[in-house]
């Protein structure tokens, strides 16, 4: 059974950083990609960054590129590291799994088959 657990959220200032984790158990790594989406109240979730497990290659949405960092530790979490936050990058943040990518990395949530239950993330102007 695939279990994802998000952690690391909080409460920061507009410019700080946060690094949040995702503790993974059950999946066959070399066929998957991982990736972080966010929703925000009244949004749809969209998606943050994502890595294919296999060929460590790595995607970001144009509105964090330069500023987030998705990477992990080939066995069994996801990490990603936030610089310069801005208000606008306050949302629920979740760790979802692709099982079936063994090559790739779609940024659409209807790929991905398993996900955490989020960890909140605020940030204040």
């Known amino acids: 059974q695939v279990h994802l657990v998000e952690s690391g959220g909080g409460l920061v200032q507009a410019g700080?950083?946060?690094?949040?984790?995702?503790?993974?158990?059950?999946?066959?790594?070399?066929?998957?990609?991982?990736?972080?989406?966010?929703?925000?109240?009244?949004?749809?979730?969209?998606?943050?960054?994502?890595?294919?497990?296999?060929?460590?290659?790595?995607l970001y949405a144009d509105s964090v590129k330069g500023r987030f960092t998705i990477s992990d530790n080939l066995r069994s979490s996801v990490y990603l590291q936030m610089n310069s936050?801005?208000?606008?990058d306050a949302a629920v943040y979740y760790c979802a799994a692709?099982?079936?990518?063994?090559?790739?990395?779609?940024?659409l949530t209807v790929y991905y088959n398993y996900w955490g239950r989020g960890t909140q993330v605020t940030v204040s102007s």
Not at 32 to 42: E, I, K, L, T
Not at 85 to 88: A, I, R, Y
């Open 16 to 58: 700080d950083s946060l690094r949040l984790s995702c503790a993974v158990s059950g999946l066959t790594f070399s066929d998957s990609a991982m990736a972080w989406f966010r929703q925000a109240p009244g949004k749809e979730r969209d998606f943050v960054a994502g890595i294919n497990w296999t060929s460590g290659t790595t």
């Open 85 to 88: 936050l801005k208000p606008e």
């Open 98 to 107: 692709d099982s079936r990518r063994p090559i790739g990395i779609s940024n």
